[in-house]
């Protein structure tokens, strides 16, 4: 079946410096979704992208969607304790295939 | 965006028992998802919960053990029977929306999450 791995699977970084995650699936997408996870909370949508090579950002986030569809990532650019957190990539196969969740990335930021 | 009530929010069980979750949506939604998530880990998709018709259960994932209900298109329970240490995870339900006219059309949103513990 479908498989999405992520790395890292944990970063720690001084609050200021810039974070990325990876996500990379075994087969090629009809779309990635990202989601944010707090510590004891639930996932959050985040973003959805559709098109290959598509770029979009939310302030300090920046989502890219690889040209072959079946990577993507995720950049923070000066991180804040806020940004702390398990990031989720998600990849959707298109059809009636299930959204699958990517092994995740936790984000520790140190003031 | 929908909003999703989900309890309890936590529970501790002894092995054997059987506990019930339960998730309200604020609207009316044809699919409804239940998901596992061990400690650390990533979500795992458990079964598809559409209203008149059976669940749909995931590899890995049997009516047995985890016995879903759909009575109207706002309201689903799973419940997790005869459990074991190995049942203690967070169970999360989840509705899709679909934003027609935009790249943003399957959406998940997900109930804050029932936190098992069995012992």
């Known amino acids: 079946g479908q498989q999405v791995m992520q790395i890292p699977q944990y970063q720690h970084v001084q609050e200021g410096e810039d974070f990325t995650t990876y996500c990379n699936s075994s087969t090629t997408l009809s779309n990635i979704q990202w989601y944010k996870q707090r510590p004891g909370g639930h996932p959050v949508f985040l973003i959805q992208l559709v098109k290959s090579g598509e770029v979009k950002k939310q302030k300090r986030l920046t989502f890219q969607f690889g040209e072959a569809k079946k990577n993507s990532s995720l950049h923070i650019t000066a991180t804040q304790t806020t940004d702390v957190g398990t990031y989720f990539c998600a990849g959707d196969s298109g059809g009636y295939q299930k959204v699958t969740f990517g092994t995740g990335t936790k984000l520790q930021v140190i003031p | ?119």
């Open chain 2, 1 to 119: 965006s929908a909003v999703i009530s989900q309890k309890p929010s936590r529970d501790i069980c002894q092995r054997g028992t059987s506990l019930t979750i339960q998730c309200q949506v604020d609207s009316q939604v044809t699919m409804m998802f239940w998901y596992r998530q061990q400690p650390g880990q990533s979500l795992t998709l458990i079964a598809t919960a559409n209203q008149g018709s059976e669940a749909t259960y995931e590899s890995g994932f049997v009516i047995d053990k985890f016995p879903i209900s759909r009575p109207n298109l706002t309201f689903s329970t799973l419940t997790v029977s005869n459990m074991s240490p190995e049942d203690s995870s967070i169970y999360l339900c989840s509705v899709e929306e679909f934003l027609p006219g935009t790249d943003e059309n399957e959406k998940l949103f997900f109930g804050s999450g029932t936190q098992l513990s069995v012992l």
